[in-house]
């Protein structure tokens, strides 16, 4: 198995950037798909951002799109995403999570097995 942290959230004015970082144990991080998921106030969990086990394969959700970066570094077990130009309506608490998986990424939160704490992010107009 894995364990997951996030870090990295804030309070920013909008068209701010934050990094956020996912910090994973253990010494199989490269064998696991990862994504960003986030849950807006109110709201249900939506899919944010996927990585492929080697990072080459990547996907962002259309609101995002243009705005984050999704990146991995294994040899740090760390996944991170870069956000830019950061709008009110990506307030919300941001998670972490690791997808058994041999090749691609997925958009459903259902298929992924371990997930972070969340750490929130705070765009404020």
């Known amino acids: 198995q894995v364990q997951l942290v996030e870090s990295g959230g804030g309070l920013v004015q909008a068209g701010g950037s934050l990094r956020l970082a996912c910090a994973a144990s253990?010494?199989?991080?490269?064998?696991?798909?990862m994504g960003w998921f986030r849950r807006p106030p109110g709201k249900e969990r939506e899919f944010v951002a996927a990585?492929?086990?080697?990072?080459?394969?990547?996907d962002y959700a259309n609101s995002v799109k243009g705005r984050v970066t999704i990146s991995r570094d294994n040899a740090k077990n760390t996944l991170y995403l870069q956000m830019n130009s950061l709008k009110p309506e990506d307030t919300a608490i941001y998670y972490c999570?690791?997808?058994?998986?041999?090749?691609?990424?997925?958009?459903?939160?259902?298929?992924?097995?371990?997930w972070g704490q969340g750490t929130q992010v705070t765009v404020s107009s």
């Open positions: 999570a690791a997808r058994a998986s041999t090749y691609g990424v997925s958009r459903n939160g259902h298929e992924y097995n371990y």
């Open positions: 253990g010494r199989a991080f490269s064998s696991y798909a």
């Open positions: 990585i492929g086990k080697s990072g080459v394969t990547t």
